[in-house]
């Protein structure tokens, strides 16, 4: 089944936009709603452009490096991550960041299933609705089963399919897992170089969609 892309919700203004993500930033950086504040330094709420969004990445949790710095990323899987949007014509700047969770858990466990629920209802969910990606791309287990109830990575990488509000989504390993088994990395850049056709394939179905659309108008006048 091919995914639909996008949702159909009214756009929100661009004001509106820039002052939501800053309150929900904000709310981010002061929550205390689970037990994973307790041990943070700083909460990593995601970074990227907020306008006329083509690409969100959403990993697991932040790590060490993104705890003390409040940004996502930045460690040594932050510059693998770099390195592999390169081959496939990507840049950081261009596509948005985040996590499943916004606060490190303790030793980088994973997060638990009631640390996810509230994160994600509060705020990754809200974070997808305002910047209204064409395309997600998850980074990880923890992401893949938030998004799909898919488990297991090795049959679902690679693989389009689409969120419960019809947004395309494509699964993929995530960086750290590179480290722990290096033949992984040949699995994430093929993934990852298949992203900018995608994205020019839902550029296209949403023209033709809207060309129907016009057509349909002009010959029922």
Known sequence: MTPMSGNHTRKPSAERIDSEISDLNTRIRECRLCRLCEGRTRAVPGSGPI???????VGEAPGRNEDLQGEPFV???????????????????DVFITNVVKCRPPQNRKPQSDEIEICTANYLEAQIKLLRPKLICTLGATALDYFTGEKQMGRSHGKLRSTKDGIPLLPTYHPASVFRNPSLKALLEEDVKKIPSILRQLDEERRTRQEDITKFLSSSE
């Open 75 to 93: 460690g040594a899987g932050g510059k693998l991550l770099d390195s592999i949007l390169g081959m496939a014509g990507l840049v950081r700047k």
């Open 51 to 57: 306008r006329k969004l083509e690409l969100l990445f």
